[in-house]
Structure formats: C-alpha cells, structure tokens
C-alpha cells in the first residue's frame, strides 16, 4: 500500500540525547520482537551534526502508530520535545526530509501529521514541536 500519510514522532528520551538510533532499534527488536526498528526514519545528532538514519524501507509496513502503520511513514526525531523544542538543524533536516518524501510520494502537506493526532494519551512529537510550523516550513520552502 502507498502511504497516504507521514507521521512525526520523538523518542522522548529524559536529557533529549543519549538515547540513540540504535538503542531504540535494540529495544524494538530484542525487547519487543520486532523484525526492526518501527520507524522508517529517524533523525539523530550525530558527532557535531545531524543525520538521516534508515529504518524500514518505504514498502515494508512500519510499527509506529496503531492503526496506521500500512498506510503511513513514520519519522523519529531523536529527542524529547515536551523538554524544548527540536534544535533548528534537526529541524530544518526533518523539513528537507519531508520535503522529499512528499514530493516523491505525491502526497500534499496536510498530510503531515503528529503521533498524538492518533493517540491523544501521547504528546508525541512532543508539546514543543509546532507541528502547524513544520508543515508550513515544508511548504514555504
């Protein structure tokens, strides 16, 4: 199935960094049984910088949001977001992103979604993320 949609999500971890990529695919994998990680990418500091990180591909249904996971492509941004809001890099990247999944996936914009638009017993991707801001950056640029 083509995704329709694209949801955004944070790890939440408590100090926002030590967390990693790899924790959390460990967590879903060996703690959770997963075949992988749940998101199909993540964005993480890494070093002095902010990188794209590959989970699922495209066409392998994700394990992020219930009851969307076949029709939508989930994105971790590393961090807690109910702490402060994402550091512009990392925004800008997820922006650059998005920009790119909408564009090859012929989605239009609207379709940019948070976690908690799904499960309002979530903030995710947190209460500092202005997901209003995120979609409007994505279109204006």
């Known amino acids: 199935m083509k995704p329709t949609r694209i949801i ?13 990529w790899g924790a959390i695919r460990r967590y879903h994998t060996q703690f959770l049984g997963w075949d992988d990680i749940g998101y199909h ?35 971790c941004f590393i961090g807690n977001f109910d702490l402060a809001a994402p550091p512009k890099a990392q925004w800008d990247l997820g922006v650059k992103l998005v920009k790119g999944l909408i564009e090859i996936l012929d989605m239009p914009p609207f379709r940019i979604l948070g976690h908690n638009n799904y499960d309002s017993n ?20």
Do not use: W
Not at 8 to 20: A, F, P, W, Y
Not at 46 to 54: N, S
Not at 124 to 140: A, M
């Open 122 to 141: 979530k903030s995710c991707p947190g209460k500092y993320f202005d997901i209003t801001k995120f979609v409007k950056d994505v279109t204006d640029g």
């Open 41 to 75: 990418y993540g964005i993480e500091a890494i070093g002095q910088h902010y990188e794209i990180l590959i989970g699922r591909m495209l066409n392998i249904m994700g394990a992020h949001c219930r009851g969307h996971n076949g029709n939508s492509v989930g994105i």
């Open 8 to 20: 955004l999500h944070h790890s939440l971890t408590k100090d926002s960094e030590t967390v990693s």
